[in-house]
């Protein structure tokens, strides 16, 4: 076929296509259709007129070529086009394969635009129409028209590479078009410059082609992109542009600049890519920080894993001499992290660069990098010593060779555990999944800094064959070193939480044997070592034997010096004295004495639990044992300190532990004890009372009652001292009775005896004549030539019941004898009292109510009179304790407004409770104006001696114990109150339900409520209401309430229901009865409403229970319980 042939096919083809564009690039499908083939075949027209074209050109002839090229270029301009317009789905499966395989397809954003099809296929066809049409006839080339519109298509759509080949493709480019191309080529080298990846000759091509100003402005607003990126490698590709365009353009000072920006960028990338951070500017030759890049090397190095020659060429690149890398890489290399101590290959790098290292340097580096060597890396810095000993002329060889010494040691010794520790693991057949155990290191450089420290830490009798070396380059003593392994082994055996070993004190004897230290000792060749160290092992050993046996090897060391001593003891100092002489020997038997006795107290305290302290005593026995040197004392105090204990839980024990001390004191047991009697009666027994009393509070001990506790507490010693004391020694009664006797009814003044005193000895001898009955009663009848020994005992029961009241006038400074006070009547003694004082002093009132208390005196008149002023002055603590007793007097029902005092003094511990856990003030008037007096005050707040007790656990301002202690005396008032028909028994039973309630609410609510058990209070006092249903529905509400169980113990406690019989019962045993089974049965049915199946199996009416339960259909969530 022929090139006109082919020519004339192309051009048909070509025309077809153009008067068919709509059809072809615009058809009307839906999203999801695909094109048909013969639509595929028309759009790829100008694919096939290209070929055609192709073929044509190659057989045509000389005439018909410049024809012939024209429409080639045309068309390759369509099929360009094409690209840029027809969809994925149309590309030629052949063309997809080869593009697969193509390196690069386009390094600018310039192919990416899309183009609509038909508008762009239209103007193309147009422009390639226009264009043969010129050339055919050359009249109508200076019609632009669609070659205009053509372009402004592409510029519009930033096709900026079509439109400057359509440009430059045309046959006549007009003037005008000029600033066109240029400005597209600038677009398009701004394009290629932000390309992903740069095109470099293309870019380096585009430049070129720009004026040269308008070239270097497009790169250097490239480069001030760049710097916001900080996109190195694109720098450093930028930098080899603006070279090449600058060795074009013959720019010598902007080819410079380009050079240093590719150098900077190049290094700039590196250190990026190893995560180097660095300052740019730093750089920059007009301001360049050499210390700044200096400071980079040590990173680089590192970060480029001790590649020395890329470090090289990064420091002579900015000019750094030679001798900073090679000492900043030795550094890394000594100092690299996390490197295995069988790795050497350090130390021929480090040989190679030595060379070039100045020694001034090399000296200055190696002494600052041995502290930062790992301690344990023994190889690395034994290197490091011989490189300094061997390489450089460092003047302190000795201490060099010194230090080489003793790494040498270390690693025999590492090797030695590492052994020991393999031989461990095949003889305990260890899992290899555990690996084998690693023996402790120990650091070289503590080892240097603190030797002593370190060694008593590591040191054993295993390794101490091997550590031994250690004395003569560490400067150490044998015995020091012998000092230490003591330490060590004091450490591991007897302190072994403070060695750090947990494993290894895991498996030692905790209470080991002197003998395991004895080895140690006898080595050591100085005696005051031997003592010092003898001396020391007793401190650190556990309270016991062993710490004995350690004192007693001190002490036969410093006695056997001290022969040897006494010849030499001009010459001797007195230090040495100290620590071996005579002075040694004191301190040592001191010790052992007082160890001796330690012991003995710590036996009699795990043999005898009733003589165990309190935590607060036990905290002050040292001053029991610092009494050593003066044994009468330390005896004394024994007796003060555990004698009360002893008494109250009968211990016998503790007189056998004295004797047994005073024989190791060497003092005589029973001399001291009679001395203690006669220091007991007097002690503490001379009292002056204020006559300014404070009011008085409720839970608040009275001054009084302190002081009558106190002598309570010295009667009971007395007591247990005394009556030991005629048990060692028999015939001493007599004398001692006689002497008590004496001194009770000793007329004379004398110092210290007071009436206090006297009673004390009153007490002690009438507990004598109990327990030494017949010997006593024996001595009145020979010595006292008494008939009736027994009314002799009544009269001294007498005589201390009238000291009591004497201790009174005699601190009161009433001027009454006890002569006067045996022989007066009582009554009339009274009203004397009441006459000679003002009626308004508490004293007088408690001195008055007790006399009428303890000799029966039932004058009403002044009993209203006495309790009345006590009232009015709220001694509400006073009262307490008289009405007491007081209720059981026949005449009590007589007294005017007697039930007034009995409900006042009954209601006052409650409502003080209660009043100080209200949120707001209120006055209590209004709540006490039918029983109280006119003129009283509101409850007071707590004293300051409450206040103190802050620490304590506390209701209502006070500790719970006194709380507890005065509602148990309240209940117990009630209880026996005679005056029952006439109170409101159920608001007792309120005010103690609302203070549960109160309590409940206090943030320490559950030790409260354990302490204080408000039910059952509230039970004992519903059990006493009179009225039997009114004491019925009090006592359910609480049932109800879920206290069910505190009804049930005091039902248990007090009623006859568990061992009733029918035929003894009356009427009211009747009523009683039937009202406590429905008290049971109410427990019974709240208990299985609550689920308390096991309270009620746990008492004595588990089978009732269980009978109940069965009747009720309940047996399964029982048997469940």
């Excluded at 990846?197 to 607003?221: C, P, W, Y």
């Excluded at 200096?294 to 000019?319: C, G, M, W």
């Excluded at 090399?362 to 390489?391: C, H, W």
């Excluded at 001190?554 to 040897?564: G, K, M, Q, R, Y």
Aim: charged share 25%; aromatic share 8%; proline share 3%.
């Amino acid at each position: 076929m022929s090139a006109e042939t082919l020519k004339s096919i192309s051009l048909a083809i070509s025309l077809f296509t153009a008067s068919h564009i709509d059809d072809i690039y615009s058809p009307v499908r839906s999203h999801n259709q695909l094109p048909t083939s013969s639509q595929i075949a028309r759009m790829q027209a100008p694919s096939y007129s290209l070929e055609l074209l192709q073929y044509s050109i190659c057989v045509c002839d000389i005439d018909s070529f410049e024809e012939t090229f024209v429409l080639l270029k045309n068309a390759s301009l369509l099929n360009e086009m094409l690209h840029f317009t027809q969809p994925d789905t149309t590309s030629k499966p052949l063309e997809q394969d080869h593009l697969r395989w193509r390196i690069y397809n386009r390094w600018f954003r310039g192919d990416a635009c899309a183009l609509p099809s038909s508008e762009a296929m239209r103007l193309a066809t147009r422009f390639a129409i226009a264009e043969h049409k010129g050339l055919v006839n050359p009249e109508s080339r200076s019609d632009l028209i669609a070659s205009k519109r053509f372009v402004s298509f592409l510029v519009e759509n930033d096709a900026n590479l079509l439109s400057l080949q359509v440009l430059l493709s045309m046959q006549m480019l007009p003037e005008d078009a000029t600033s066109v191309v240029q400005a597209q080529v600038q677009k398009l080298i701004s394009t290629v410059f932000q390309s992903q990846d740069i095109d470099n000759h293309f870019a380096l091509g585009l430049m070129l082609t720009l004026e040269q100003v308008d070239a270097f402005n497009s790169f250097k607003r490239q480069i001030s992109r760049e710097n916001v990126a900080k996109d190195f490698n694109r720098f450093q590709q930028l930098a080899l542009i603006g070279s090449d365009a600058a060795r074009a353009w013959q720019q010598i000072a902007f080819l410079h600049q380009c050079a240093e920006l590719e150098g900077n960028a190049r290094w700039w990338h590196y250190l990026n890519l190893l995560g180097i951070e660095c300052d740019h500017k730093a750089f920059q030759s007009e301001r360049r920080d050499l210390a700044h890049i200096r400071r980079l090397v040590p990173a680089l190095i590192v970060k480029s894993n001790y590649d020395f020659y890329t470090v090289l060429e990064f420091t002579r690149h900015y000019q750094i001499d030679d001798n900073y890398p090679s000492l900043s890489y030795v550094e890394a290399l000594l100092l690299k992290k996390n490197a295995s101590p069988d790795d050497l290959e350090y130390q021929d790098k480090i040989a190679g660069v030595l060379e070039d290292i100045h020694e001034q340097h090399l000296v200055a580096l190696l002494l600052k990098s041995i502290p930062k060597i790992s301690g344990t890396d023994y190889n690395r810095l034994i290197f490091v010593f011989r490189v300094l000993l061997e390489n450089t002329s460092y003047p302190e060889k000795s201490e060099v060779e010194r230090r080489i010494e003793v790494l040498y040691i270390l690693k025999a010794h590492t090797a030695n555990q590492a052994r020991k520790a393999a031989t461990v693991d095949e003889i305990q057949d260890v899992d290899n999944s555990l690996g084998a155990a690693v023996p402790d290191q120990v650091s070289f450089h503590e080892l240097i800094a603190k030797p002593r420290k370190l060694l008593t830490q590591i040191l054993n009798q295993e390794n101490f064959g091997v550590l031994f070396d250690l004395a003569e380059p560490l400067r150490l003593q044998t015995d020091e070193l012998q000092m230490l392994l003591l330490k060590n082994m004091v450490q591991r055996y007897l302190r072994p939480g403070a060695s750090g070993h947990g494993n290894e004190s895991a498996s030692i004897d905790a209470s080991p044997q002197f003998e395991v230290f004895h080895e140690v000792l006898s080595r050591l060749t100085e005696t005051e070592n031997k003592v010092t160290a003898g001396e020391w092992l007793a401190e650190n050993f556990p309270f016991g034997e062993e710490k004995l046996k350690a004192l007693e090897f001190a002490l036969a060391s410093a006695s056997t010096d001290a022969v040897e001593a006494s010849e030499q003891k001009e010459e001797e100092s007195a230090e040495k004295q100290t620590f071996t002489g005579i002075e040694a020997q004191a301190r040592l038997t001191t010790k052992i004495l007082r160890l001796q006795l330690e012991l003995i107290l710590q036996k009699t305290m795990i043999e005898e639990r009733s003589l165990r302290e309190p935590a607060a005593s036990v905290r002050k026995k040292d001053d029991i044992l610092q009494l050593v040197t003066q044994p009468k004392e330390l005896f004394f105090e024994l007796y003060r300190r555990y004698s009360l204990l002893a008494y109250e839980h009968n211990s016998e024990r503790f007189h056998q532990v004295a004797n047994d001390i005073a024989a190791l004191l060497r003092v005589e047991s029973n001399t001291l004890r009679r001395e203690l009697v006669n220091e007991w009666l007097v002690k503490d027994a001379v009292f002056r009372i204020s006559n300014n009393e404070s009011d008085e509070c409720i839970f608040e001990p009275l001054e009084g009652e302190t002081l009558q506790r106190n002598d309570e507490d010295f009667i009971k010693r007395l007591i247990y001292v005394s009556v030991r004391y005629v048990q060692e020694s028999p015939s001493s009664i007599e004398e001692l009775f006689e002497a008590l006797i004496r001194f009770a009814k000793e007329v004379k003044p004398r110092a210290g005896v007071t009436f206090r005193a006297k009673l004390r000895a009153l007490r002690v001898a009438l507990r004598l004549s109990q327990v030494y009955q017949p010997t006593v009663i024996s001595i009145l009848r020979t010595k006292y030539q008494l008939k009736r020994p027994d009314g002799f005992i009544m009269e001294l029961f007498n005589y201390a019941r009238h000291c009591s009241h004497m201790i009174v006038f005699e601190e009161r400074r009433v001027p009454y004898d006890i002569t006067t006070l045996l022989k007066t009547d009582k009554d009339s003694l009274v009203r004397s009292l009441l006459r000679q004082y003002s009626v308004r002093t508490p004293w007088v009132l408690r001195c008055a109510s007790r006399l009428l208390l303890d000799f029966g005196v039932e004058s009403a008149d002044l009993w209203e009179a006495v309790l009345s002023n006590m009232m009015q002055l709220k001694m509400i603590r006073s009262l307490a304790s008289v009405l007491g007793p007081l209720s059981t007097r026949s005449f009590v029902r007589s007294l005017e407004d007697g039930n007034k005092i009995w409900e006042y003094v009954l209601l006052r511990p409650l409502l003080r409770l209660k009043h100080f856990h209200s949120t707001q003030f209120r006055e209590l008037d209004g709540g006490l104006s039918d029983f109280i007096p006119s003129g009283l005050t509101p409850i007071d707040a707590p004293s300051k001696s409450q206040a103190k007790e802050h620490e304590k656990l506390c209701f209502g301002g006070f500790p719970v114990e006194q709380v507890r202690d005065v509602l148990e005396n309240t209940v117990a008032l009630l209880q026996k109150c005679p005056f029952l028909d006439q109170m409101d028994v159920t608001a007792f039973v309120i005010h103690l339900r609302d203070l549960r309630s109160l309590a409940e609410e206090d943030e320490k609510a559950e030790p409260i409520l354990e302490s204080l058990d408000f039910y059952s209070f509230a039970v004992r006092c519903a059990m006493v209401i009179p009225k039997p249903l009114t004491r019925f529905e009090a006592l359910q509400r609480i049932i109800q309430a879920g206290a069910y169980m505190a009804v049930l113990r005091e039902l248990l406690d007090t009623s006859c229901f568990l061992n009733r019989e029918a035929d003894e019962t009356g009427d009211d045993d009747e009523k009683e009865f039937a009202e406590q089974f429905r008290l049971v049965q109410t427990i019974f049915e709240e208990a299985i409403k609550r689920g308390g199946y096991r309270d009620i199996l746990q008492t004595p009416f588990e089978q009732g229970f269980v009978e109940f339960v069965a009747a009720t259909g309940n047996i399964d969530r029982l048997l469940a319980a």
